[in-house]
């Protein structure tokens, strides 16, 4: 596989880069907890679950200054 950015889940776990990935993903889970933006609870009867997926970016470093960075998002699917 290239080392692009992955388009989905399955994609990061298997790219050559998926520790990074795997990494970036975490680091949103802990920025989302630590924020307080969400919080895990039993779905309500008659209710939808708002779905979501990942989205994976590369930043580009400074040469000889910053590595390349990898983010991770998860974000809602709000039109469901």
Do not use: C, H
């Not at 008659?46 to 930043?59: E, L, M, S, T």
Request: zero cysteines.
């Amino acid at each position: 596989m290239q080392d692009s950015e992955p388009k989905n889940f399955r994609e990061a776990l298997e790219s050559n880069e998926s520790k990074d990935w795997l990494k970036a993903m975490n680091e949103e889970i802990l920025s989302l907890e630590k924020n307080q933006t969400w919080k895990l609870v039993s779905l309500p009867k008659n209710q939808r679950v708002v779905g979501n997926k990942w989205v994976f970016k590369k930043k580009e470093g400074i040469p000889g200054v910053k590595a390349q960075r990898y983010k991770a998002r998860l974000v809602a699917k709000g039109f469901t």
